[in-house]
T-cell receptor, first 115, second 116 residues
Framework: DTGVSQNPRHKITKRGQNVTFRCDPISEHNRLYWYRQTLGQGPEFLTY????????KSRLLSDRFSAERPKGSFSTLEIQRTEQGDSAMYLC?????????????FGDGTRLSIL | AQTVTQSQPEMSVQEAETVTLSCTYD???????LFWYKQPPSRQMILVIRQEAYKQQNATENRFSVNFQKAAKSFSLKISDSQLGDTAMYFCAFLPGSGNTGKLIFGQGTTLQVKP
């Protein structure tokens, strides 16, 4: 169990640029989640995968956001035409497929700063 | 819609003392799960303790215990014998029993500082 890995740890970009984050879940965890956390707040759910299928998306996930998990292993979250309001910590979590109620294991997050 | 409220933005406690963090939630569901997560400064969030709503017995994990009051929709976390390493932001989280998605709903968090 090497834990959930997220890259990069920090991303600084100019408004209007595209960014992509990667998440490697714990091996054999078939559930993968993305959350967004702004400073001083709790994480907010963005989207959820079971294996390669994206099963739920929050209305927070505008059409500038897209997430994939092509082979049911790692996942990517892309933000197009970034805006100031996208500045946040993006957290990835994974859990076993033995039940949706199993505790989620979180990565260190990717902190996005928009200049 | 389900909501989670943590009414204490910041708390402090002396090392070795006991502290209780409050959490209330709003739901119309009867079956659900509750969690406390700990997020140390610049480090990843880790699970502290969890409670299934259908269980009347309060969960305990070493120095951490909860007071689950289902009728009052309250889920407080008690930390006994506080240690410096307990300094962190603590989040209460709610997981609906329906939907099968694992979508956690978090509170705003309580920053706990343990003082030597």
């Amino acid at each position: 169990d090497t834990g959930v890995s997220q890259n990069p740890r920090h991303k600084i970009t100019k408004r209007g640029q595209n960014v992509t984050f990667r998440c490697d879940p714990i091996s054999e965890h078939n559930r993968l989640y993305w959350y967004r956390q702004t400073l001083g707040q709790g994480p907010e759910f963005l989207t959820y995968f079971q294996n390669e299928a994206q099963l739920e998306k929050s209305r927070l996930l505008s059409d500038r956001f897209s997430a994939e998990r092509p082979k049911g292993s790692f996942s990517t979250l892309e933000i197009q035409r970034t805006e100031q309001g996208d500045s946040a910590m993006y957290l990835c979590a994974s859990s076993p497929g033995t039940g949706f109620y199993q505790p989620q294991h979180f990565g260190d997050g990717t902190r996005l700063s928009i200049l | 819609a389900q909501t989670v409220t943590q009414s204490q933005p910041e708390m402090s406690v002396q090392e070795a003392e006991t502290v209780t963090l409050s959490c209330t939630y709003d739901t119309s569901e009867n079956n659900y799960y509750l969690f406390w997560y700990k997020q140390p400064p610049s480090r990843q969030m880790i699970l502290v303790i969890r409670q299934e709503a259908y269980k009347q017995q309060n969960a305990t994990e070493n120095r951490f215990s909860v007071n689950f009051q289902k009728a009052a929709k309250s889920f407080s976390l008690k930390i006994s014998d506080s240690q410096l390493g307990d300094t962190a932001m603590y989040f209460c989280a709610f997981l609906p029993g329906s939907g099968n998605t694992g979508k956690l709903i978090f509170g705003q968090g309580t920053t706990l500082q343990v003082k030597p």
